[in-house]
Protein backbone atom coordinates (compact mmCIF):
# COMPACT_ATOMS: atom_id res chain seq x y z
CA UNK A 1 0.00 0.00 0.00
CA UNK A 2 1.66 3.79 -0.67
CA UNK A 3 2.01 5.18 2.28
CA UNK A 4 2.49 8.77 2.75
CA UNK A 5 6.45 10.05 3.05
CA UNK A 6 7.82 11.02 6.01
CA UNK A 7 8.15 14.67 7.36
CA UNK A 8 9.62 16.39 9.82
CA UNK A 9 6.62 18.65 11.53
CA UNK A 10 7.70 21.95 12.79
CA UNK A 11 5.86 22.90 16.14
CA UNK A 12 7.15 25.95 16.46
CA UNK A 13 7.29 27.86 13.03
CA UNK A 14 9.38 30.74 13.31
CA UNK A 15 8.19 34.13 12.55
CA UNK A 16 9.10 34.02 8.62
CA UNK A 17 7.12 31.25 8.13
CA UNK A 18 4.24 32.21 10.03
CA UNK A 19 4.53 35.85 7.89
CA UNK A 20 4.50 34.10 4.66
CA UNK A 21 1.51 32.00 5.52
CA UNK A 22 -0.12 34.82 6.38
CA UNK A 23 0.55 36.15 2.85
CA UNK A 24 -0.08 32.91 1.41
CA UNK A 25 -3.72 32.78 2.99
CA UNK A 26 -4.74 36.46 2.38
CA UNK A 27 -3.77 35.98 -1.35
CA UNK A 28 -5.65 32.79 -1.74
CA UNK A 29 -8.52 34.61 -0.11
CA UNK A 30 -8.45 37.77 -2.73
CA UNK A 31 -8.61 34.94 -5.15
CA UNK A 32 -11.65 33.27 -4.09
CA UNK A 33 -12.88 37.08 -3.35
CA UNK A 34 -12.40 37.69 -6.84
CA UNK A 35 -13.88 34.63 -8.23
CA UNK A 36 -17.00 35.42 -6.22
CA UNK A 37 -17.39 38.78 -7.76
CA UNK A 38 -17.25 37.65 -11.35
CA UNK A 39 -19.94 35.68 -10.56
CA UNK A 40 -21.97 38.40 -9.03
CA UNK A 41 -21.40 40.34 -11.67
CA UNK A 42 -22.07 37.99 -14.27
CA UNK A 43 -25.46 37.03 -12.22
CA UNK A 44 -26.31 41.01 -12.48
CA UNK A 45 -25.84 40.70 -16.05
CA UNK A 46 -28.04 37.95 -16.65
CA UNK A 47 -30.65 39.57 -14.24
CA UNK A 48 -30.97 43.16 -16.31
CA UNK A 49 -31.62 40.92 -19.28
CA UNK A 50 -34.13 38.85 -18.33
CA UNK A 51 -35.86 41.96 -17.06
CA UNK A 52 -35.15 44.14 -20.13
CA UNK A 53 -36.31 40.88 -22.41
CA UNK A 54 -40.05 40.69 -20.10
CA UNK A 55 -39.96 44.67 -20.62
CA UNK A 56 -40.59 44.15 -24.20
CA UNK A 57 -42.98 40.48 -24.15
CA UNK A 58 -44.70 42.42 -21.99
CA UNK A 59 -45.42 45.34 -24.88
CA UNK A 60 -45.68 43.05 -26.90
CA UNK A 61 -42.26 43.68 -29.04
CA UNK A 62 -39.23 42.00 -29.95
CA UNK A 63 -36.00 44.23 -29.05
CA UNK A 64 -34.01 43.80 -32.38
CA UNK A 65 -30.21 43.27 -31.89
CA UNK A 66 -28.82 47.22 -32.06
CA UNK A 67 -32.09 48.36 -29.39
CA UNK A 68 -30.65 45.47 -26.81
CA UNK A 69 -27.40 47.30 -27.14
CA UNK A 70 -28.61 50.80 -26.59
CA UNK A 71 -30.45 49.38 -23.77
CA UNK A 72 -27.37 47.99 -22.07
CA UNK A 73 -27.70 44.56 -22.16
CA UNK A 74 -24.43 43.29 -21.53
CA UNK A 75 -22.89 40.51 -23.21
CA UNK A 76 -21.07 37.92 -21.08
CA UNK A 77 -17.20 38.44 -20.88
CA UNK A 78 -15.19 36.37 -23.61
CA UNK A 79 -12.64 34.16 -22.16
CA UNK A 80 -9.93 36.57 -24.15
CA UNK A 81 -11.25 39.13 -22.61
CA UNK A 82 -10.71 38.81 -18.73
CA UNK A 83 -12.89 40.87 -16.73
CA UNK A 84 -11.68 44.15 -15.04
CA UNK A 85 -12.63 44.24 -11.88
CA UNK A 86 -12.35 47.85 -10.03
CA UNK A 87 -9.57 47.84 -7.39
CA UNK A 88 -12.14 49.47 -4.49
CA UNK A 89 -14.97 46.84 -4.98
CA UNK A 90 -13.30 43.95 -2.77
CA UNK A 91 -13.28 46.64 0.31
CA UNK A 92 -16.66 47.87 -0.79
CA UNK A 93 -17.96 44.28 -0.02
CA UNK A 94 -16.61 43.49 2.73
CA UNK A 95 -17.42 46.68 4.82
CA UNK A 96 -21.39 46.02 2.96
CA UNK A 97 -20.62 42.65 4.73
CA UNK A 98 -19.40 43.04 7.89
CA UNK A 99 -22.21 45.76 8.48
CA UNK A 100 -24.69 43.51 7.48
CA UNK A 101 -23.70 40.53 9.90
CA UNK A 102 -23.42 43.18 12.23
CA UNK A 103 -27.00 44.76 11.16
CA UNK A 104 -29.17 41.43 10.37
CA UNK A 105 -32.04 43.37 8.94
CA UNK A 106 -34.61 41.21 8.68
CA UNK A 107 -35.35 42.46 5.03
CA UNK A 108 -32.09 42.15 3.51
CA UNK A 109 -32.50 43.15 -0.16
CA UNK A 110 -34.41 46.44 0.98
CA UNK A 111 -31.77 46.88 3.40
CA UNK A 112 -28.91 46.67 1.01
CA UNK A 113 -30.89 49.09 -1.62
CA UNK A 114 -30.86 51.63 1.54
CA UNK A 115 -27.29 50.52 2.48
CA UNK A 116 -26.05 51.38 -1.41
CA UNK A 117 -28.53 54.72 -1.98
CA UNK A 118 -27.06 56.53 1.17
CA UNK A 119 -23.65 55.61 0.15
CA UNK A 120 -24.29 56.60 -3.17
CA UNK A 121 -25.67 59.80 -1.42
CA UNK A 122 -22.79 60.32 1.36
CA UNK A 123 -25.59 59.72 3.61
CA UNK A 124 -24.93 57.50 7.01
CA UNK A 125 -25.07 54.16 6.52
CA UNK A 126 -28.28 52.30 7.96
CA UNK A 127 -25.62 49.82 10.02
CA UNK A 128 -26.93 48.83 13.57
CA UNK A 129 -24.89 50.43 16.69
CA UNK A 130 -23.74 48.35 19.50
CA UNK A 131 -25.88 49.49 22.59
CA UNK A 132 -22.60 49.42 24.74
CA UNK A 133 -19.48 50.01 23.26
CA UNK A 134 -16.55 48.45 24.95
CA UNK A 135 -12.56 49.63 24.11
CA UNK A 136 -10.28 47.84 22.78
CA UNK A 137 -8.24 46.22 26.30
CA UNK A 138 -11.69 45.22 27.56
CA UNK A 139 -12.36 42.55 24.73
CA UNK A 140 -11.40 38.87 25.81
CA UNK A 141 -9.31 36.83 24.12
CA UNK A 142 -10.03 33.70 22.83
CA UNK A 143 -8.19 30.58 24.49
CA UNK A 144 -9.42 27.40 23.83
CA UNK A 145 -11.63 27.26 27.50
CA UNK A 146 -13.51 29.95 26.48
CA UNK A 147 -14.24 27.42 23.14
CA UNK A 148 -15.24 24.65 25.45
CA UNK A 149 -17.68 26.68 27.50
CA UNK A 150 -19.51 27.77 24.07
CA UNK A 151 -19.31 24.45 22.76
CA UNK A 152 -20.84 23.08 26.29
CA UNK A 153 -23.52 25.65 26.17
CA UNK A 154 -24.46 24.84 22.61
CA UNK A 155 -25.50 21.26 24.33
CA UNK A 156 -24.75 18.76 21.23
CA UNK A 157 -26.55 21.04 19.07
CA UNK A 158 -25.43 20.84 15.46
CA UNK A 159 -26.75 23.93 13.79
CA UNK A 160 -27.28 27.29 15.56
CA UNK A 161 -28.73 30.72 14.25
CA UNK A 162 -25.60 33.09 13.44
CA UNK A 163 -27.57 35.70 15.56
CA UNK A 164 -27.59 33.64 18.72
CA UNK A 165 -24.21 32.37 18.13
CA UNK A 166 -23.08 36.00 18.12
CA UNK A 167 -24.74 36.93 21.29
CA UNK A 168 -23.17 34.03 22.83
CA UNK A 169 -19.58 35.73 21.79
CA UNK A 170 -20.49 38.79 22.74
CA UNK A 171 -21.89 37.63 26.04
CA UNK A 172 -17.68 36.57 26.42
CA UNK A 173 -16.89 39.77 26.05
CA UNK A 174 -14.98 38.45 22.75
CA UNK A 175 -13.43 40.14 19.65
CA UNK A 176 -16.46 41.07 17.27
CA UNK A 177 -13.96 41.55 14.02
CA UNK A 178 -12.89 38.08 14.96
CA UNK A 179 -16.27 36.35 14.44
CA UNK A 180 -16.96 38.38 11.81
CA UNK A 181 -14.16 36.97 9.98
CA UNK A 182 -14.66 33.34 10.68
CA UNK A 183 -18.60 33.82 9.46
CA UNK A 184 -17.10 34.95 5.70
CA UNK A 185 -13.96 32.96 5.51
CA UNK A 186 -15.75 29.27 6.17
CA UNK A 187 -18.74 30.99 4.14
CA UNK A 188 -21.47 30.14 6.00
CA UNK A 189 -24.76 31.64 6.29
CA UNK A 190 -27.68 32.28 8.56
CA UNK A 191 -27.85 28.72 10.03
CA UNK A 192 -24.51 27.94 11.34
CA UNK A 193 -23.06 24.85 11.05
CA UNK A 194 -21.22 24.66 14.61
CA UNK A 195 -18.03 22.08 13.95
CA UNK A 196 -17.45 24.10 10.93
CA UNK A 197 -17.60 27.54 13.01
CA UNK A 198 -15.51 25.97 15.74
CA UNK A 199 -12.63 24.69 13.75
CA UNK A 200 -12.05 27.61 12.44
CA UNK A 201 -12.54 29.49 15.74
CA UNK A 202 -9.41 26.95 16.59
CA UNK A 203 -7.63 27.49 13.55
CA UNK A 204 -7.01 31.43 14.67
CA UNK A 205 -5.64 29.67 18.07
CA UNK A 206 -3.45 26.73 15.94
CA UNK A 207 -1.52 28.51 12.40
CA UNK A 208 -1.40 25.35 11.09
CA UNK A 209 -4.21 22.29 10.20
CA UNK A 210 -2.75 19.66 12.42
CA UNK A 211 -2.11 22.52 15.23
CA UNK A 212 -5.69 23.59 14.57
CA UNK A 213 -6.85 20.09 14.85
CA UNK A 214 -5.00 19.22 18.09
CA UNK A 215 -6.72 22.08 19.48
CA UNK A 216 -10.00 21.08 18.61
CA UNK A 217 -9.76 17.32 19.48
CA UNK A 218 -8.59 17.93 23.10
CA UNK A 219 -11.58 20.73 23.34
CA UNK A 220 -14.16 18.15 21.85
CA UNK A 221 -12.74 15.22 24.10
CA UNK A 222 -14.83 13.06 26.28
CA UNK A 223 -12.50 10.18 26.49
CA UNK A 224 -10.00 10.56 29.39
CA UNK A 225 -9.17 6.80 30.46
CA UNK A 226 -6.13 6.67 28.39
CA UNK A 227 -5.10 9.88 29.36
CA UNK A 228 -4.77 11.33 25.71
CA UNK A 229 -8.01 13.44 24.47
CA UNK A 230 -9.83 11.46 21.75
CA UNK A 231 -12.67 11.80 19.48
CA UNK A 232 -14.82 10.04 16.91
CA UNK A 233 -12.86 9.78 13.49
CA UNK A 234 -15.95 10.97 11.63
CA UNK A 235 -15.66 13.93 13.91
CA UNK A 236 -11.74 14.31 13.05
CA UNK A 237 -13.29 13.74 9.05
CA UNK A 238 -14.87 16.10 8.87
CA UNK A 239 -12.98 19.08 10.45
CA UNK A 240 -10.44 18.29 8.42
CA UNK A 241 -11.43 18.35 5.18
CA UNK A 242 -13.35 21.53 5.62
CA UNK A 243 -10.44 22.98 6.59
CA UNK A 244 -8.68 21.73 3.99
CA UNK A 245 -11.59 22.63 1.48
CA UNK A 246 -11.23 26.83 3.27
CA UNK A 247 -7.58 26.65 2.90
CA UNK A 248 -7.18 25.74 -0.71
CA UNK A 249 -3.38 24.71 -0.79
CA UNK A 250 -4.29 20.88 0.53
CA UNK A 251 -5.50 18.79 -2.56
CA UNK A 252 -8.51 16.54 -2.10
CA UNK A 253 -5.89 13.73 -3.05
CA UNK A 254 -4.01 14.39 -0.39
CA UNK A 255 -6.94 14.17 2.30
CA UNK A 256 -8.19 11.06 0.96
CA UNK A 257 -5.04 9.62 1.17
CA UNK A 258 -4.23 10.76 4.71
CA UNK A 259 -7.78 9.62 5.83
CA UNK A 260 -7.36 6.42 4.44
CA UNK A 261 -4.28 5.75 5.78
CA UNK A 262 -5.48 6.59 9.55
CA UNK A 263 -8.82 4.80 9.16
CA UNK A 264 -6.82 1.62 7.79
CA UNK A 265 -3.31 1.67 9.68
CA UNK A 266 -4.06 3.51 12.99
CA UNK A 267 -7.91 3.60 13.97
CA UNK A 268 -8.50 0.60 16.18
CA UNK A 269 -12.00 -1.18 16.14
CA UNK A 270 -13.53 1.98 18.67
CA UNK A 271 -13.43 4.21 15.76
CA UNK A 272 -11.50 6.92 17.76
CA UNK A 273 -8.28 8.84 17.08
CA UNK A 274 -5.82 10.03 19.57
CA UNK A 275 -3.72 13.03 19.11
CA UNK A 276 -0.66 11.22 18.94
CA UNK A 277 -1.78 9.55 16.11
CA UNK A 278 -1.29 12.58 13.60
CA UNK A 279 0.83 14.90 15.45
CA UNK A 280 3.85 13.03 16.19
CA UNK A 281 3.37 10.16 13.41
CA UNK A 282 5.92 10.95 10.37
CA UNK A 283 3.90 9.15 7.87
CA UNK A 284 1.06 11.80 8.56
CA UNK A 285 1.35 14.78 6.24
CA UNK A 286 -1.85 16.72 6.89
CA UNK A 287 -0.77 20.11 5.74
Keep these: MDTPTPTNICKDPNVGELKTEIRSSIHRLDQK ?11 KNKVETVVMKTDYLQRGLCPPEDEQKSKGFAKMPQPDKPLVIPPELPELLKQFTQAAIRTRPPDLIQWSATYFTALQNG ?3 PIKEQP ?4 L ?13 LHTKLAGRLTIETSELLDMWKAQNLPIDLF ?30 AKTLKIACEILSTERESGQPRI ?14 VDGEVSRTQVNRMLTYLHQEIIGPDELIKVSDFINNPKVRLE
Design 33 to 43: LNDVITAVCCL
Design 180 to 209: ESIIIVGRLAEEVEWLKFFVLACSSLGVTI
Design 232 to 245: PFSTFQFLYTFLAD
Design 137 to 149: SDWAVLTPELLKL
Design 132 to 135: ERIS
Design 123 to 125: DPL
